[in-house]
């Protein structure tokens, strides 16, 4: 499903992050590790084409990339790819329902009432879905950007830091889901993260060394 190959990002020409090969197959749920500063948040913007790596090649869904020169093929990728990254943002003027059906809108997708209802309720999200961006909690917002990322049920889903600002209950919720995911809906997961409750859930572990 995914392949990294000689994959480094270079910074300012003198800091370069370099990348093991890492191979995932689908259906794996795998953790991302490592010290802040050791390119978690880097290597996940690589791997879902927010940033472009300086060398190495991505493969994901059988299509490889060097650069992100072909816009079109990576965008028709994008309905399978579900992205939570660390500049993800919700649309302020959008109300919390909204938001989260976006993707929905973009890519002229039926609504299925049962898969949202659902996803609410795992997510803990019903109490401010009429809510703006503004007036939430920064816990919630993490929540309402995990579920913006897999109301398209993708193939893979990318995640940086899903916890982050989460109380024990509500990191435990999440995580379920995440097992959820992956267990039954059979969804790839990658997910950088520095909580042992989210490494723990899952099966295979890829660490970064600063």
């Known amino acids: 499903m995914l392949k990294i190959k000689k994959i480094s990002k270079k910074y300012h020409d003198t800091e370069e992050i370099i990348y093991k090969d890492l191979e995932i197959k689908e259906g794996e749920f795998i953790s991302i590790l490592g010290p802040s500063g050791s390119g978690k948040s880097t290597f996940i913007d690589l791997i879902s084409f927010l940033k472009e790596a300086t060398t190495g090649e991505i493969e994901i869904f059988g299509n490889t990339f060097s ?61 401010i879905l009429y809510k703006y961006p503004s007036s939430l909690s920064s816990g919630e917002k993490q929540r309402s950007l995990l579920a913006r990322a897999v109301i398209l049920k993708p193939k ?55």
């Open 156 to 210: 893979l889903l990318i995640a940086d830091e899903p916890t982050a600002n989460l109380d024990s209950n509500n990191t435990h919720q999440l995580v379920n889901y995440l097992i959820y995911l992956n267990d039954v809906l059979k969804t790839t997961i990658i997910v950088a993260t520095h909580d042992d409750i989210v490494s723990n859930a899952s099966k295979r572990i890829y660490e970064l060394k600063k």
């Open 67 to 127: 650069k992100l020169k072909d816009k079109s093929l990576i965008n028709s990728l994008r309905k399978d790819l579900g992205v939570m990254s660390s500049n993800s943002q919700l649309i302020s003027s959008l109300n919390i329902k909204e938001n989260i059906k976006l993707p929905l809108l973009i890519h002229k997708v039926n609504d299925s009432q049962e898969y949202f209802d659902m996803l609410i309720d795992r997510l803990n999200l019903k109490k």
